[in-house]
């Protein structure tokens, strides 16, 4: 991929995880900067992995041709203000937002009708290059920029582009969130192998490790369905069919659904709120 200047306006959980994937992917480290008012979180990524850090939105901002937008929905308006009442010019820069619920349209107002925008949804294992991007592009923006954009978030994970800038709600939805009801489903069962009488780095492994080797059989056989993968370890009458019984009775299906769309929801309700 070619190389830019990138600059990262936020360097907070999500900004850090593409951060981290990034230099580990071996892109130039003195190519990145991550810019944020406090220098904990930019000093701690610029001693790891010898990256920039700064503390002065313009400046970063001048410096770079291609701009990640990584802070908080509820502070997009107020960041990109501050920094366009400062002087600092977006035309035909590359900007990539990887906030949820800020619409290309919204950036497009604060930033200036020439900004490039790139709207992104990824998601922390990005902090292992094993994320997943969403990626939506306005008409406007060039060839060039896309492919880069989509290089880019390729070195820390699985790229899809949508063409439809909602769906990157159910992007939202379906990834971007959805580390979490993963993180949720392991904490729910450490839990209860702690109270079956294992200690906590036991329970830790036992469910971690069920959790990588489902995922290993998923990824390795994309042929087989996830669901004949489920019926490989349900054995008639056994164990994991009572297991099993019980998610239905329960209605697991529908609680999934019905969590997916209230995060993807969230992102439209955003949209109008920031
Ligand atoms: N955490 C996640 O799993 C994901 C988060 N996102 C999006 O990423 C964005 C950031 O979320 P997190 O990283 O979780 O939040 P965070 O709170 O960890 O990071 C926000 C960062 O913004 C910085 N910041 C605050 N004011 C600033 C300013 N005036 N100029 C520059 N930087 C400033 C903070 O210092 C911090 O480094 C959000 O818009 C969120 O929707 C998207 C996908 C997944
Ligand atoms: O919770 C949020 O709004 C962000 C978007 C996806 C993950 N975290």
Known sequence: MLHKKITFIGAGNMAGSIISGLAKSGYPADLICACAPSANNTQKLADQFSIQASQDNVT??????????????????????AMVDQGADFSNKLVISIAAGISVQRLQSLLGEKAQIIRTMPNTPSLLQKGMTGLFASEQVSEEYKTFAGDLMSAVGETVWVKEESMINSVIAASGSSPAYFFLFMEAMQTKAIEMGFDPEQARLLVSQAA????????QNPDISIGKLRENVTSKEGSTAKALDTFNELQLTE???KAMQAASDRGEEMEKLF
């Open 60 to 81: 970063a901002v001048d410096w770079a041709e291609v701009i990640v937008l990584g802070v908080k929905p509820q502070m997009m308006a107020d960041v990109c203000q």
């Open 212 to 219: 990588l080797g489902s995922i290993e059989m998923v990824k």
């Open 255 to 257: 609680i999934v659904a």
